[in-house]
T-cell receptor, first 114, second 117 residues
């Protein structure tokens, strides 16, 4: 089985622009979660999508949004980029099973905002 | 913000030695998981321990969980240079209604482990 695929791997944007990141989950996984990782704040949960609906949300401003498609692929959008948005963005997919809710992570998209 | 804290922040050992990392968290949980990350890449799942379990083993890994103290420890025995990485604990919290917050892991700050050959 192919793992979680994130594209692109690297992005450079300037302040004020917007960006869209993509995540393809493991086949059969219908839950996709997004995380932001920075040296200062560490790993922080952004949101989770399941069956095309946002089920959980972290404490991020409305500039951060996402969506999930019927094939479970997910996109994350950040509008009006700020310097502080520079980070490694990770997505993870899972079966969303009470018995064994392991999240499988992609390699991440490294976003640099200049 | 981070739910938990890990200590030590950095650990440097020789190959063959054991490495122990500790994690504390703040809220009630459904389970606690440990992940490894190499050089700012994606996280790799290592082991999951449920809130009603006290100890779990997987190969060279041993995890303990003390829900009364809201703490966990990860022991890596007979460390190898290839174990050099950052290690994170992550908790899946319970909701106020007692259900689980699927897909919402809260991570600790991580321990940077360096194993010298």
């Amino acid at each position: 089985k192919a793992g979680v695929t994130q594209t692109p791997r690297y992005l450079i944007k300037t302040r004020g622009q917007q960006v869209t990141l993509s995540c393809s989950p493991i086949s059969g996984h219908r839950s996709v979660s997004w995380y932001q990782q920075t040296p200062g704040q560490g790993l922080q949960f952004l949101f989770e999508y399941f069956s095309e609906t946002q089920r959980n949300k972290g404490n991020f401003p409305g500039r951060f949004s996402g969506r999930q498609f019927s094939n479970s692929r997910s996109e994350m959008n950040v509008s009006t980029l700020e310097l502080g948005d520079s980070a490694l963005y990770l997505c993870a997919s899972s079966l969303r099973s009470l018995a064994k809710n392991i999240q499988y992570f992609g390699a991440g998209t490294r976003l640099s905002v200049l | 913000s981070q739910q938990g804290e890990e200590d030590p922040q950095a650990l440097s050992i020789q190959e063959g030695e054991n490495a122990t990392m500790n994690c504390s968290y703040k809220t009630s949980i459904n389970n606690l998981q440990w992940y490894r990350q190499n050089s700012g890449r994606g996280l790799v799942h290592l082991i999951l321990i449920r809130s009603n379990e006290r100890e779990k083993h997987s190969g060279r890994l041993r995890v303990t969980l003390d829900t009364s103290k809201k703490s966990s420890s990860l022991l890596i025995t007979a460390s190898r240079a290839a174990d050099t990485a950052s290690y994170f604990c992550a908790t899946e919290p319970l909701t106020n209604a007692g259900g689980t917050s699927y897909g919402k892991l809260t991570f600790g700050q991580g321990t940077i482990l360096t194993v010298h050959p």
